[in-house]
């Protein structure tokens, strides 16, 4: 059974929470055992005592703060995960909490019985999963779940996909733009979804010819074809039953799509000139940055091949709709970096890092990465300057904007200084500014998203709430 250690000085509250969890199964046995403290003192004595599988910690104890001992219980307790209390208006330290290890918080009062039973049941399942994976001899090591780096919101959402995705075994699509972490994602999806190390054969659908892609894909009989002069294996028979990961499947030609469906649907292949029918065993996981259902609209897709990879999607979010990452991410590849090139470029000046964090990443984590190599490489201590880094680009909003070419023009002069009124309020921007650049794209929702920054669900989400779902003018398109 499970132990769970709640420590708060409410003693009313511990009894129900007490109870709450002890609640008895049928078959006669409580839920889980329950173990209570009312300082930091006393919870850290009793989670050496108890070693808990979870902790529930009040923010606000009477000897020191929960924030102080988070470090201390993950000592004495290593991979029991912290649900932390903490009260509605305190931001700022349930953000420091989650950076210095708490896994997830609540806030008081407390959610009803239902929420806080999901909380806690989420911590043990990805105690598990991180407990499977410790023992796990992984082909790639590196791909982790904390090798995802980030606390925002949104990434803290797919984190906690990632454990659904890996209790069963059906195909993924892993929808992000480039250097997001789509491949990084398949990796760790890969690594969590089996007990013991299995291939990962990952192909890069956009790369190679097609009739090269489908004997790559399918393995070839010796003398299918000139330079046939072996039988070869394909990717879908040498991944075993493991992953087959099949990066940039949006750019696969429609004659290999067709394949590709075939394949999914009776989990049988046959190699390129051959006529033994093969199983699949593998899970698919497949990635793409372009939006397929633009991609089916425009008929460059199959439409059933697609709704048979969507069933589960991940969608990644680029880097600029997460920024409060970017400092963790910084610091997370700078470690990486050094260890590659050899350097000990450790200290990021304020200026520096709050620069970083408001560039345009279009390239996301992967330009973020390039952009580090080479401030590290060129540095001369262990300080990373600003000098080298890319310069800041004007706000849209500003008549020199930057981006005049999607732009048929500045979209507010600037008011003069002393009158107010001038100045239109942010969503009357964000309004005007989302108007225009679907006319600009005559309502292509891709392109849009591109000039804006902005990510597919953001831009639909806008469009609603602004109500311009329908085109503005008689030449949009609207086939994004
Ligand atoms: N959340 C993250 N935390 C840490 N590293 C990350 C994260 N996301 C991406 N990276 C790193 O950024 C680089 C690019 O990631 P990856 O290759 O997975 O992106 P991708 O979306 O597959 O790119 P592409 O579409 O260009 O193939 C890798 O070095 C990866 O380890």
Known sequence: METLLIID????LLENLQMHFEEILQDDTPRYNVVTATSAAMGLKAAQESMPSVVILDMMLPDRSGLEIIEEMKTLCGDARI?????????????????AGAFDYI?????DPAALDLVVERALEYRQLSRRAASVNVENA?????????TSPLMQQLVKEIGKVTSSHATVLINGESGTGKELFARVIHNYSYDEAKPFIGINCSAIVDTLLESELFGHEKGSFTGATSTKQGKFELAEDGTVFLDEIGDMSLMLQAKLLRVLQEREFE???GVKRIKLRAR???ATHRTLSEEVATGRFREDLYQRLKVITLQIPPLRERREDIPLLVHHLLERINEKVHKRVLRVPPEVLEHLTRLPWRGNVRELENVLTRAVVLAPGEVLLGGDLP???????LPESGRTQASPGPLFTAPPVDDASQIPTLEEAERVL???????TKGHKGKTCQILGISRPTLERKLQKYALSQPTTSSLGGQG
Request: aromatic residues 2%; charged residues 20%; glycine residues 8%.
């Open 391 to 397: 310069a800041l680009e004007p706000s849209p909003l």
């Open 9 to 12: 000085d409410d003693v009313g």
């Open 271 to 273: 190699r390129v000139g």
């Open 142 to 150: 590196a791909a982790r779940l904390g090798d995802i780096v980030g």
């Open 83 to 99: 649900i932390l209390v903490t009260a509605h208006h305190d931001m700022e330290t349930t953000i420091r909490a989650m950076k």
């Open 284 to 286: 698919v996981i497949a």
């Open 107 to 111: 806030h008081k009062p407390f959610p």
């Open 434 to 440: 989302i108007q225009r650049a679907m006319a600009v």
